[in-house]
């Protein structure tokens, strides 16, 4: 698979595919930067839970839920160390392309993992502290708002980018 964002030589820009790569690696990395800040907050805010006097009121649903979230949390963190793991290992193997593409891919998978683990955590935090009914209600607008943003926020800048390409 191509990532167009990687290899369109047409942008406008004036670099080497080298520094191309150089430059998306970077954002790539900022990214994940702004990725694992929520996701290290919500795996500390999970990790706390056992710990508070309330936590042995969970009912069975609200352990395994419990449980799904934490092992969710920790694989999100992992995958987001991924591409630093995979760069290190192959540093100075000139294979910036192959860890562009490959940190690209891993970022999105993040992205929709950490959709599921707020969606779950809204679940779980309202189902325990308001009701059953409210945890499925929340859950289900935090879901609705995510998959909003997935399917829809990349239609709209599309959108606003062909109308200035348009009108330039």
Known sequence: MVDNAV???????????NERYDRNWNELMQEFRVLQTGTQIMAGFLL?????????????????????LVILAVVITLLALAPVML?????????????????????????V???????????????????PTAGLWAGGAVAVVAVLLWAFGP???????DRAAKNA
Not at 7 to 17: A, I, L, M, S, V
Not at 96 to 102: F, R, Y
Not at 155 to 161: C, E, G, H, P
């Open 7 to 17: 290899t369109t030589p047409d942008d406008g820009r004036d670099e080497t595919p």
């Open 48 to 68: 706390t839970l056992p710990f508070q006097q309330r936590f042995t009121e969970l009912g069975p649903f609200d352990h395994v839920l419990y449980l799904c």
């Open 87 to 111: 760069h290190r290992l192959l540093f100075q193997e000139r294979a910036k392309a192959q860890l562009v593409h490959a940190a690209s891919v891993i970022l999105i998978v993040c992205l």
């Open 113 to 131: 993992a950490a959709s599921l683990l707020f969606v779950g955590i809204v679940l779980f935090v309202f189902d325990f502290v308001v009701s």
């Open 155 to 161: 239609k709209v800048l599309r959108a606003a980018r």
